[in-house]
């Protein structure tokens, strides 16, 4: 059973930068795409960004646009988010996730079938 675990998070000050990780791990791992959720304190869980894991297609929330990259690393089969120029609105939790069906860079989360545990980034102004 593949597992996704997230790294990274904490606390930083408005403007900062934080980079999380999400590594899988368990047998043979080969997903479609790779995807970044976040879900603040009463909110729905939201889209951030999605990669195919071959790296050609990249997709990001306009929230985001230019400020984060989604990127990965096959070898260590890692996928991860650098966020630059971090606002308080980021402050959430983020989520990685994998999307095993081919053929799409999906932005709802029913379009994933994996999830990791979450990784709490907290942003202060």
């Known amino acids: 059973q593949v597992q996704l675990v997230e790294s990274g998070g904490g606390l930083v000050q408005a403007g900062g930068s934080l980079r999380l990780s999400c590594a899988a791990s368990?047998?043979?791992?080969?997903?479609?795409?790779m995807g970044w959720f976040r879900q603040a304190p009463g909110k729905e869980r939201e889209f951030v960004a999605v990669?195919?894991?071959?790296?050609?297609?990249?997709r990001y929330a306009d929230s985001v646009k230019g400020r984060f990259t989604i990127s990965r690393d096959n070898a260590k089969n890692t996928v991860y988010l650098q966020m630059n120029s971090l606002k308080p609105e980021d402050t959430a939790v983020y989520y990685c996730?994998?999307?095993?069906?081919?053929?799409?860079?999906?932005?709802?989360?029913?379009?994933?079938?994996?999830w990791g545990q979450g990784t709490q980034v907290t942003v202060s102004s």
């Open positions: 996730a994998a999307d095993m069906t081919p053929g799409r860079l999906g932005v709802q989360r029913w379009e994933y079938d994996r």
């Open positions: 368990g047998r043979t791992f080969s997903p479609s795409a």
């Open positions: 990669m195919e894991w071959s790296g050609v297609s990249l």
